[in-house]
């Protein structure tokens, strides 16, 4: 088969259709159930991923019911004050979700829930915002999303929303963050591994909000982490077992696929199985089942910014080959209940 060269494959986000085509699988435990609790739906100069790419992914082969849209800056609002303009995103996507509902493109359900994004830095004020989040929702508003990815490194790249560092920690941040409960809001923590005992100390701070941590809390493979994942892992492993000692905090096993985790899958002349990457998965999809519990974790599949690295139908294969031996309710709960339950599906 020919070999895709690089230059080729990050035309689209780092996506390459044809590219992935060449690891095809067939779905395992195709009847199984699945909610996948995080992705995107966006249309920016050189990507596009918008209902009908998710939906040819999610129809790829394994059962996935309903999904749970994450917040990425898509159609904001151009005419309104900045800080109302991300209501525009949850517009966007409510009109995504109708249009699923309508059960004219088959019975996913997608963007059942949606997790926008709000300042919360801007304290009290914030609560306009997310009243107005939650009237665009038009019942599907569950949660928001205040990315705190930074680092010192140029070679890592900070979140969209320009956090300082420990912003989690902030006075401004937290009085916005204690607002979230007048709305019934969950939390979900976007944030690199070095910085999980700021999560850490917010969840002891807010012990009755929930929160739960994506992509299996940031793990970095890239730049200054580059050569270091044993290390690195003895550290992350020592913070997630800390995070579990929450009952508020629960986390998503996914995100491992994005370039920062220095994986490098994006490079090959061909993807990998799924029994390749649940090989290399797995020391940290059990060390969170360990720590947390099968009813505090939920399999995602952070895509189209996992799609650098797999397919959706070979990404879920691996998820169901590292459940291997689980007992059905305990798949259920990973697969399923844990993100209807969190997210009040």
């Not at 790419?53 to 005419?79: K, M, N, P, Q």
């Not at 991300?86 to 699923?100: C, D, L, Q, Y």
């Amino acid at each position: 088969m020919a070999t895709i060269s690089l230059q080729d494959r990050v035309k689209n986000y780092g996506v390459d259709e044809a590219w992935l085509a060449q690891t095809c699988e067939e779905p395992l435990e195709p009847e199984l159930p699945i909610v996948d609790p995080h992705h995107h739906l966006w249309e920016f100069p050189t990507s596009r991923y918008l209902l009908p790419e998710l939906l040819a992914d999610t129809g790829s082969g394994h059962r996935i019911e309903s999904t749970v849209f994450v917040e990425c800056t898509a159609f904001y609002r151009a005419d309104a004050p900045p800080e109302l303009a991300v209501i525009g995103e949850t517009e966007f996507v409510n009109g995504a979700a109708a249009m699923a509902a309508s059960g004219r493109y088959g019975a996913t359900r997608a963007c059942a829930g949606i997790v926008g994004y709000a300042d919360l830095t801007r304290g009290a004020a914030v609560e306009v915002v997310l009243a107005a989040h939650v009237a665009a929702g038009n019942g599907r508003f569950r949660g928001i999303r205040h990315a705190a990815g930074w680092d010192a490194s140029d070679a890592i790249h900070n979140s969209h929303t320009h956090p300082p560092r420990g912003l989690f920690g902030t006075k401004d941040f937290r009085e916005g963050f204690a607002r979230l409960a007048r709305f019934g809001l969950s939390f979900d923590a976007w944030l690199y591994q070095p910085q999980l005992d700021d999560l850490l100390d917010l969840a002891r701070a807010f012990p009755d909000q929930p929160i739960v941590l994506d992509h299996v809390g940031g793990a970095l493979g890239i730049g200054p982490y580059a050569g270091r994942r044993d290390e690195i892992f003895r550290e992350w492993q020592g913070q997630i077992r800390a995070l579990a000692q929450c009952p508020n905090v629960h986390v998503k096993l996914g995100g491992m696929g994005m370039k920062i985790c220095g994986f490098d899958f994006h490079k090959r002349p061909a993807p990998p199985s799924s029994e390749e990457l649940a090989g290399l998965w797995r020391p940290y999809v059990e060390t969170c089942i360990a720590a947390f519990g099968v009813e505090r974790c939920m399999f995602e599949s952070n895509f189209p910014v996992d799609k650098v690295s797999c397919s959706y139908a070979v990404l879920w294969n691996a998820f169901k080959r590292l459940a291997k031996g689980a007992s059905a309710a305990e798949k259920s709960a990973l697969f399923r209940n844990t993100a209807r339950r969190f997210y009040r599906l």
